[in-house]
């Protein structure tokens, strides 16, 4: 394949500058764009910000946003591109820039096309100064050089678009896995369902083990009543039947008994308020072994990228990138991170940065501000996975605490103050039976993203530049099928 080019203001209709002004925000209404919400080709609208009717209408009366429109960010940051959904309602909201796609032109392709490293250059780059831009003017903007392949633009989008379909159906079934499992760190660590379940039902007269059983399960009232009609003696011994569903589907009523039976029918009074009877509590710095990344120097960095890469909190979001750096260093053993590790960023905006990742990126060093989770038994991992999932929003609240010029952090200290409920390692375990199934299997599909974004990426250059045929790229895609 060969191919030209041709400015982006001639493949589209329209390119509209977003209104220059702050949207009025409300608590719900019609969805305004915000830059935060658009990286690496998608709209992510899981946390929609909102305004009314009347600011709405005022914020289209260039352009009303519709189904298959790409909205291009001008600045903060520079040069993310997505297509708005079929059956959203939507306006802009600031530094951003509406691009229609002609009749004719591929929108998918467009927006592929614009992700380029090629067109990612042009943005980025300032001819007149010969330095790099942190913001697109419109002029700019409209002469960007588009590759064209007017023969093969539709099995060109086809091609990277099952890619990217895929990776974002993996993502959402990676999200219900991980409600799955934070429900049931909630129900049995949080809230003691299943132990209050067993105390209410000491109260009524009824039978404590069914009383968890229903809890551990997840069953509202009226199902809970039919499952005890239904738990008759010739059920119990016959014990294969899956019963559970809600929270633990395809669990057994030999898993749920098992269960229920580890669950005390008391609260205790402890330095936390009421926790399950022979449960201890800790603090949230020894329910794992935490190790501070090691503070690289400049003179660490191999100038050739060669080496391992200095994993810092940019390659726990996007991964290994150009902007990684490399050493050829050999430094303490404790430093060094494997596929599967579980890492805990501290520093940085508290909103954003603050959070736990499963590294799957291959051998690296890990840079400060990150720790490395080490553990004491197997059964420890999922429990501490899951608790720093649940006490984001206190962390978070903590760095705010201390917050300057946008960042906050959360130090041994404070992970040393803070107190979490803590089970005895038989509970753990049980754990670690019901959920390290879900925790895996949720870690194989980010493998499988990580490949796939990977093969996305390296394949949307080639086709653009028409290094490989449509042929080798089908070929490549097929490689990745499960």
Not at 25 to 43: A, E, F, M, P, S
Not at 217 to 228: H, P, Q, V
Not at 277 to 298: D, Q
Request: net charge neutral; charged share 25%.
């Amino acid at each position: 394949m060969s191919s030209n080019t041709e400015t982006l203001e001639s493949m589209c209709e329209l390119i509209v500058d977003c209104p220059h002004s702050t949207p009025k925000w409300t608590d719900n209404g019609v969805i305004v764009l915000r830059n935060q919400y658009i990286k690496n080709g998608r709209l992510d609208l899981s946390d929609p910000s909102h305004t009314d009717e009347v600011h709405y209408q005022k914020r289209i009366k260039r352009a009303e946003p519709q189904a298959g429109d790409i909205v291009f960010t001008r600045e903060a940051p520079m040069g993310e591109v997505c297509m708005i959904p079929e059956g959203v309602r939507c306006c802009l909201g600031q530094r951003q820039v509406l691009l229609r796609p002609k009749n004719g032109i591929n929108g998918k392709y467009l927006l592929f096309a614009l992700q380029s490293p090629r067109v990612q250059h042009e943005i980025s780059w300032n001819e007149g100064t010969g330095s790099t831009v942190s913001n697109v003017r419109i002029p700019v903007l409209k002469n960007l050089n588009i590759p064209r392949h007017p023969n093969y633009e539709e099995e060109i989008a086809e091609i990277l678009n099952s890619l990217s379909e895929k990776i974002e159906l993996n993502r959402q079934i990676n999200q219900t896995l991980e409600h799955i499992a934070q429900a049931i760190f909630k129900s049995w660590f949080v809230d003691f369902e299943p132990v209050k379940a067993k105390i209410q039902a000491k109260q009524n007269g009824q039978d404590l083990e069914r009383a968890a059983m229903c809890a551990i399960s997840g069953k509202t009232d009226t199902e809970r009543d039919a499952f005890l009609k239904a738990s008759t003696p010739e059920h119990d011994a016959q014990g294969s039947a899956n019963v559970a569903g809600g929270r633990m589907p395809g669990a057994t009523r030999q898993q749920l008994t098992a269960t229920a039976a580890l669950f005390p029918d008391e609260l205790e009074d402890s330095e936390l308020g009421l926790i399950p009877k022979g449960w201890a509590w800790k603090p949230l710095y020894e329910t794992a072994g935490y190790v501070n990344g090691s503070a690289f120097k400049a003179s660490d960095f191999s100038e050739d990228a060669k080496g391992l890469p200095i994993i810092k909190i940019a390659e726990l979001k996007q991964g290994i990138s150009a902007g990684t750096k490399f050493t050829r260093g050999n430094f303490r053993e404790k430093y060094k991170i494997h596929d599967g590790d579980v890492l805990y960023s501290w520093s940085g905006s508290p909103e954003t940065s603050l959070e736990v990742f499963k590294w799957f990126g291959g051998e690296g060093w890990l840079n400060q501000h990150i720790f490395k989770l080490n553990f004491v038994s197997k059964y420890q991992k999922y429990f501490a996975y899951f608790l720093l999932r649940y006490m984001k929003p206190v962390l978070i609240r903590t760095a705010q605490q201390k917050q300057t010029t946008g960042l906050g952090h959360v130090t041994v200290a404070d992970m040393k103050r803070i107190k979490v409920p803590y089970p005895d390692e038989i509970m753990l375990e049980m754990f670690s039976s019901v959920v390290g199934p879900i925790y895996e299997q949720a870690s194989c599909l980010q493998k499988q993203m990580n490949t796939l974004s990977s093969l996305r990426d390296s394949l949307l250059p080639k086709l653009l530049s028409g290094e490989i045929t449509l042929g080798d790229a089908q070929t490549a895609r097929a490689d990745t099928a499960c």
